[in-house]
């Protein structure tokens, strides 16, 4: 945790926010951006690390039965009102007003309507808490005449009472978490990222502690253990609060929470927050609605959990890099809507849009290729073992089709909070209901007319996120007045040519070489791989150079049309590569090294490559990155050799 002169950020941020929109000339760079998601990423690993083992510790233990699905269940709905009061709608509707007062000089306005956000929101969600306790008591009360009555089966009806037990033991963590997320929040604001990064790992090592606990303190079976989990979640909620207030204390932004509902700064949060947690009220709903259909429409146990641990490990790589690029860019793209820079700002999007792809899209290839070994690795121990692995392969199915959708899901990050530091919040609302609406639907008729199981859901999802990026990116390139039409229509008329033939000619290439015993094989691949790669760059390195890319200061559309040529061109060589380590390696035996082998060789093959071929390339994000995460001072030697430094 840093202190003093090492925490990044705090002293130009803080006294620019005293002293006027001017601030620093970090203060609104990208190199101070990527610097700060540097911070958040690192952290967030140390959080997800420990989750991975928590969750293989959870898989060893609970599997993924009846016991495991009510749990997850359970943790689902207060989970879910964390996304979208504390680091959803509430954040997002409070830290452009925040900063702005911040950045106008009127510090001691911004604590005050910080207090009176606090005070209301613990109130609120206090007096909604105690409701869904008293609505769950009732519900389980219930059962045994409405159970019945509504044809569930005694596997069901069990199944449902101890969700609901869990449910009532965990609803508090609303209230907990939800005050910690706005303490984050502010923290982010002045410029410290550090404490709110770190909170998530106090909940990981409260739930692994329970684990270990459990036998000693409860002892039973897993029916009865599973509930150490619930008390570890309020003991969790608790620690990330604890672990923020000295630095709050400290930046002197947090002050007696109020329920001045008259605050100038509190009425303006308001105004904005409706249509925001209308829209990620719809958002959160297909996290909620998948897990329903699963529990109610996927024959047997373990659809629920396996949803669950499958999504978990897609989030990795994206709270890593997108969200971690996402909780950074948030201030800066306020501050310059603050200041009125509309060209800044649409240059911020640029370059977080860039970054967020250059990380994604191969994060996305990766996941793809080694779904299953990745499953085997992180959650094939225990009783996630049983039925000969079945939950295991079903989990890698989960994470194929959540993974290919992991470049919509990073996105939807940036273009979200774009909106929102403009204080456009009905725009992402509107969006939201298409998106749950194509959700629903899709996963209707894929449950009804396929036999993909939970498959279907996450398949549903990734189309729902991609038809909200789609609709996010169109509405914001009309607010901020990029990118010129016919620099897009050149663009995406030579990539979709260009991807078009390729498949085409790949296709041809292995169908008639891979018949012929001379060349099947490694030839056959070869041949494939050259006939993909040659109409791609014969088609798109021209088109992307007539679009002034290569130019020292290219418009900002323009050097993301590039950046997204040289990072999908890097990716799909990198998948490539991946897929040939992965072929390469020998069936999985029973011992764990033949499993840690098939699990990480390719994705360290995958990481080294990417990084070789980015180099090879000269891909820009790349050599933005390796000066961010060197610092400052390789940065200005480079400045006073006289070497550039935009990539």
């Known amino acids: 945790m840093a202190t003093g002169a090492d925490d990044p950020g705090s002293g ?4 620019s926010a005293g002293g006027g929109p001017s601030g620093s000339a970090a203060d609104g760079s990208s190199g101070e951006m990527l610097r700060s998601g540097g911070i958040v990423s690192f952290m967030t690993l140390l959080s997800r690390i420990l989750g991975l083992f928590r969750d293989r510790l959870f898989a060893q233990i609970f599997g ?51 207090s009176a956000l606090i005070g209301r929101v613990t109130l609120y969600l206090s007096a909604g808490t105690a409701a869904a306790i008293i609505l769950c008591i009732l519900l389980r009360l219930s059962l045994p005449a409405l159970g019945p009555a509504i044809g569930m ?12 037990r869990h449910a009532e033991l965990m609803m508090p963590y609303v209230v907990l978490i939800n005050f910690a997320a706005i303490v984050g929040a502010m923290l982010n604001s002045v410029g410290h990222f550090s404490a709110p990064s770190l909170s998530p790992v106090l909940l990981n090592i409260s739930l692994i502690a329970a684990m270990y606990l459990a036998p000693v303190l409860i002892g039973g079976g897993i029916e009865r253990q599973i509930f150490a989990q619930s008390y570890a979640v ?17 930046k002197r932004i947090l002050a007696r929470p109020s329920l001045d509902k008259g605050d100038p700064g509190y009425v303006e949060i308001m105004r904005n927050f409706g249509p925001v947690v209308f829209g990620l009220t719809v958002f959160q709903a297909n996290v909620l609605i998948n897990q329903l259909m699963a529990w109610a429409f996927v024959p047997g146990h373990g659809a629920v959990t396996v949803l669950a641990l499958g999504n978990r490990l897609v989030q990795l790589p994206w709270a890593l890099f997108p969200l971690a690029l996402a909780t950074a860019a948030l201030p800066r793209l306020s501050r310059l809507r ?6 800044g700002f649409a240059r911020a999007m640029a370059d977080v849009t860039r970054h967020t792809l250059y990380l994604s899209v191969p994060s996305a290839v990766g996941l793809c290729i080694c779904s299953e070994s990745l499953s085997r690795l992180i959650y094939g121990t225990g009783e996630f073992l049983a039925n000969d692995g079945e939950y295991v392969r079903r989990c890698g199915r989960v994470v194929f089709w959540y993974g290919a959708g992991l470049v919509f899901m990073s996105l939807n990050s940036i273009l979200a909070r774009a909106h929102y530091a403009a204080k456009d919040t009905r725009t992402p609302a509107r969006i939201a209901v298409g998106s749950l609406i194509v959700n629903v639907s899709l996963s209707a008729a894929l449950l009804a007319f396929t036999n993909m199981g939970e498959s279907a859901l996450a398949l549903a999802g990734t189309a729902s996120g991609a038809y909200q990026t789609f609709e996010l990116a169109r509405t914001l390139f009309v607010r901020i007045g990029v990118p010129d039409t016919r620099r897009l229509i050149r663009f995406a008329a030579a990539a979709a040519a260009s991807f078009s033939v390729s498949c085409v000619l790949a296709a041809f290439a292995y169908s008639r070489l891979e018949g012929s015993p001379a060349y099947q094989g490694f030839w056959s691949l070869l041949a494939a791989g050259a006939a993909f790669f040659v109409p791609l760059f014969a088609i798109m390195g021209p088109v992307i150079r007539s679009l002034g890319a290569d130019s020292e200061s290219p418009p900002p559309d323009a050097a993301l049309y590039m950046a997204i040529y040289k990072i999908v061109k890097v990716s799909i060589l990198m998948g490539a590569g991946v897929w040939a380590v992965q072929s390469s390696l020998p069936p999985e035996g029973p011992a764990f090294v033949h499993v840690l082998q098939r699990g990480l060789c390719p994705v360290i093959a995958g990481v080294l490559l990417y990084w070789g071929l980015s180099s090879l390339f000269e891909v820009r994000e790349y050599a ?4 961010a995460l060197l610092g400052r001072r390789k940065a200005a030697g480079e400045a006073a050799d006289g070497k550039p430094t935009g990539g």
Not at 153 to 164: D, F, I, S
Not at 338 to 343: S, T
């Open 624 to 627: 933005e990155m390796k000066r």
């Open 234 to 250: 309020l003991i969790g909620g608790v620690l990330q609060i604890l672990v923020q207030l000295p630095w709050a204390f400290r």
């Open 338 to 343: 603050a200041d009125g820079d509309g060209g």
């Open 153 to 164: 089966g005694e596997a069901m009806m069990r199944k449902t009472e101890m969700t609901c």
């Open 64 to 114: 993924a039965g009846m016991a495991a699905d009510a749990w997850n269940l359970a943790f689902t709905i207060p989970n879910l009102t964390r996304r979208l009061f504390g680091e959803g709608a509430m954040t997002s509707a409070f830290v452009p007003v925040f900063v702005e007062r911040l950045r106008s000089g009127e510090r001691n306005g911004a604590v005050r309507t910080a």
């Open 12 to 15: 130009t941020t803080e006294k």
